[in-house]
């Protein structure tokens, strides 16, 4: 029951961030509305869950391997990357989604795939979306049993490239399409909470040798 009454409070707490997203952009296009909410939702949560290992290490708590709080954060973090994919692929080129990754026949180099920096974004999207379904897949003790505490462990250190790839989509995309400096406010604040939680769990270990 705790953790069905976490799993509400995040979808609510997604919900809440898409809608906000959604009503405080009017104007915009609906389906763009709703690739940012998600977006941003999305990563928000990955840095949170981030953020609970350090935490732990801070509090002088056990940092167990496979903690559930931090999975569930994580699994809502990947349902909302991967609902941002899905959407954000509608939003350019009217279903011709081949176009978010290969370069348009009136383009002006012939390489197989897109290099501009609207292609990469995607790419560097595309590459962060393989590591958050690899997560999902992760995220349950049938994955933990079967492959054993060590492995699943390694392979679920890939979060930690994870979060790199979905930031480095979301900076690539706010040069693309030149957004607002809210936007851009924001993702560095989430970046930069991350990466001070991270430093501080560091150093916590380093101290104590």
Known sequence: ???????????????????????????????WRLSMGSAYASLALLALSLAIGPWNRLRRLPNPVSGYLRRDIGIWA??????????????HFKGKMWLYFVPSPDASYRFPVRIDPFGIANWVGLFATLVLLLLLA???????RALGRDRWKSLQRWNYAG???????????????????PFVVGML?????????????????KKRG
């Open 1 to 31: 029951m705790h953790r069905l009454a976490r799993h509400f409070i995040l979808f609510a707490a997604s919900a809440a961030a898409c809608i906000a997203f959604y009503v405080g952009m009017e104007g915009a296009e609906p389906i």
């Open 78 to 91: 990947g349902i909302l990357g991967v609902f941002h994919v899905v959407v954000g692929l509608q939003v």
């Open 138 to 144: 992760l995220s349950n003790d049938a994955s933990l």
């Open 163 to 181: 979060a790199l790839l979905a930031l480095a989509h979301g900076a690539l995309y706010q040069f693309v399409e030149k957004r607002q400096w």
């Open 189 to 205: 604040a989430i970046a930069a909470a991350a990466l001070a939680m991270q430093l501080a769990g560091y150093r916590t270990v």
